[in-house]
């Protein structure tokens, strides 16, 4: 039987993180480090991401702090990081939708528009969220960190678990609004809601 433990966690606010980086009382790299940390602490039971990417996020993340010193800011995400839902491209990564019918897809040559868009304002990409399968009926792995006995529900769902496990730093939900999302999310959200309070900016992740 599975343990009751509340695996989430203050999500914290991006204005704030951008505030400490563009001041030099944070650096990318110190918050990315944080992130991939608590990442591995609690995601082998809350299984909210499909793939972390230590390795990049760690030399982007040494990037854009060189670029901070220098006084150069990419945009409002300098330095954020952010989880990309896994029915979006991001190169270099296989984009797997949750589906055995892509096991053996080759990765992707380049990012999707808003996967670039992001790392043009700053983002850093630190990996990629379950999903269901190609955002549609099957659930996803994911746990609700609030309550791990139970689904986020809906295609968002790991996105969802990765905000609500966050613990201090924030994982943008965003990509991707399917028709199996818009039927299941209140009856989910109802019975096994995830904390979604603003402080969170979880834009637009769909529960």
Wanted: net charge positive; glycine share 8%.
């Amino acid at each position: 039987m599975l343990q009751q433990i509340n695996y989430a966690a203050d999500a914290g606010r991006i204005a704030k993180l951008q505030k400490d980086i563009r001041l030099g009382a944070l650096s990318v790299s110190a918050l990315v480090e944080h992130c991939l940390s608590r990442i591995d602490a609690v995601d082998p039971v809350v299984q909210a991401w499909r793939y972390v990417a230590h390795d990049s996020a760690r030399a982007e993340a040494d990037l854009l702090d060189r670029e901070a010193k220098a006084g150069r800011f990419r945009g409002p995400l300098h330095g954020i990081p952010v989880g990309i839902k896994d029915i979006i491209d991001v190169a270099g990564v296989t984009t797997l939708a949750n589906s055995k019918l892509r096991v053996n897809s080759a990765p992707a040559t380049a990012d999707a528009e808003i996967v670039a868009a992001l790392r043009l304002a700053g983002a850093v990409i630190i990996g990629k969220t379950h999903t269901t399968e190609f955002a549609y009926f099957d659930p996803s792995p994911a746990r609700n960190p609030h309550n791990i006995a139970h689904t986020p529900g809906g295609s968002s769902s790991g996105s969802a678990a990765a905000v609500g496990a966050a613990g201090g730093w924030h994982s943008n939900g965003r990509l991707g609004q399917s028709a199996s999302c818009v039927l299941r999310r209140r009856s989910f959200q109802a019975e096994h809601p995830v904390n979604m309070h603003p402080r969170h900016h979880a834009a637009g992740a769909c529960l």
